[in-house]
């Protein structure tokens, strides 16, 4: 093996060597930085906000309740005083025809 060829070999691998160990760098800064991103979900997670979701679904339901339920007591309002009305034009009719008017 001529020195030339000696030395050409042994640069070759000198640069496998720096390019090896940028990649183990970059390597080892992606894995930082996904354990990072990871923490930060796990804060992001517990936000008061976050835990007050599984509370507003159940506040949503109960509105969704109580507006079907005030619907139906407002049927039902509807029908006391048709029979209210009916019941005082009745009245109004028997005390008419009792006047003889």
Known sequence: MTPLHAALVWLLVAVCVVTYGLVVVEIA??????LGLSKRVARLSELPMFAALPK???DLGRLGNAAFEAQSQLARAAWAVARIRGTAHAIVGFARSV???
């Open 29 to 34: 800064r992606i894995v930082r930085a996904a």
């Open 56 to 58: 507003a679904r159940a």
């Open 99 to 101: 006047r003889g008017a």
